[in-house]
């Protein structure tokens, strides 16, 4: 039986995570909330999704659009087994209860606070402790790149220490009210970013410690990340955990040209839907290795990188899969993750 799964929210994330749904032989996507109006209704009909409003008076307003809605939340979560949310930050937080009401299993985003799920999540972290859940948090974008990368390194070399330096992308390329801004902004201006906060709500004892700057770009996060390990290894070594790690994506300079965020989103602009690249890229001529400390860059690509963990996290809490690594290979293949570009 396929699990039946809603999204409340239908914006950058909801509008990935209802794509990504779709395409899972395990899932079914039983309808949409869409508060607003706007074209994505249009691709969402075309697409055969079920259009549902958040409440009576927005059901009415879309209806005067001309929208085919087939009611609001309330009925949408009479339906479901899961609900997405992919609501702005904190709204997730004020639907909880009506959630709870309708006994509907829930996964929020990572503008929540961690107090609005059981668990803050990412796949290759803590799958485990996800399964047979009430709700968890798919963590932010940032947070999620972050722990892959540990993770990844984790699970063959014990990580001890981690630095990072967060070069943050200033705004989605829609959020043009967000923009234009000329500036390179300490956020925050102290040390350290609540990244690392977020990450440790995943890796309680880690220690982390994280700085973030915004810059005026809208293509992807760019972090600089230093990794302090239990043990001396070779950059062969890191090379070839990453290699072998699913949603970390080698980028080589030589090989590609590519040599930071503008030359990635034009490979996938060239080669992807929606130039999506959910992948963490790891550029790998910037990996260096001295003894037991790891230095990298790696790339975020902020509208995407969550989906494939939103899918995971409904796998687990509903117990549909209970090995991670199964669940994180059938969501790569069906969203069409890759080890390279091309
Ligand atoms: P968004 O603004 O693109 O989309 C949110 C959608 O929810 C919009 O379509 C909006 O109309 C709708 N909405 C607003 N109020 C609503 C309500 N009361 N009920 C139902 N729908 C409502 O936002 P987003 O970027 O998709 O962010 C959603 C969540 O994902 C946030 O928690 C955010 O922090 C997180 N997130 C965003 C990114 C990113 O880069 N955009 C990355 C990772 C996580």
Redesign the pocket.
């Known amino acids: 039986m396929k699990i039946r799964v809603g999204v ?7 509008k990935r995570v209802a794509l990504a749904v779709m395409k899972q032989d395990d899932m079914e996507l039983v309808g949409v ?4 109006y706007d074209y994505s209704l249009y691709q969402a009909k075309a697409l055969g999704l079920k259009i549902f409003a ?1 409440k009576e008076e927005d059901y009415k307003l879309l209806e005067s659009k001309g929208v085919r809605v087939e009611g609001t939340l309330k009925d949408l979560l009479g339906k479901v087994d899961v609900i997405v949310d ?4 904190g ?1 997730g937080l004020q639907y909880k209860s009506l959630y709870e009401t309708f006994k509907v299993r829930q996964v929020y ?4 606070k961690p107090e609005v799920a059981d668990l803050s999540f990412n796949s290759l972290c803590n799958y485990n402790e996800a399964i047979g859940k009430r709700s968890v948090r798919v963590v ?2 940032n947070t999620t790149g972050l722990l892959r990368i540990i993770c990844a390194i984790n699970r063959h070399f014990e990580v001890n220490k981690v630095r990072a330096v967060i070069v943050r992308r200033a705004a ?1 390329p829609k959020e043009v009210k967000r923009g234009p801004i000329n500036s390179v902004e300490l956020n925050p201006p102290k040390i350290p970013s609540h990244h690392a906060i977020d990450v440790k709500t995943v890796i309680p004892n880690l220690d982390i410690i994280t700085v973030a700057v915004v810059v005026p770009t809208t293509l992807m996060h760019v972090h600089h990340v230093t990794l302090r390990l239990s043990k001396s290894v070779t950059r062969e070594d890191i090379v070839s955990i990453l290699d072998s790690t699913p949603r970390i994506m080698l980028v080589n300079s030589d090989k590609s040209g590519i040599t930071g965020t503008a030359g990635i989103i034009e490979a996938a602009r060239d080669l992807r839907l929606r130039y999506d690249v959910p992948e963490l890229v790891v550029f790998e001529d910037s990996i260096y290795v001295d003894n037991n400390e790891v230095m990298l860059f790696q790339a975020i690509h ?2 995407s990188i ?1 989906t494939p963990e939103n899918i995971d996290a409904i796998r687990a809490i509903t117990g549909l899969e209970k090995d991670p690594l199964n669940s994180i290979d059938k969501t790569d293949s069906s969203l069409g993750l890759t080890k390279r570009l091309w």
């Open positions: 409340n929210g239908y914006g950058t994330i909801g909330v869409k508060k607003s958040p992919a609501t702005p930050e709204v985003q990572g503008g929540e932010s974008c989605d902020q509208e969550v």
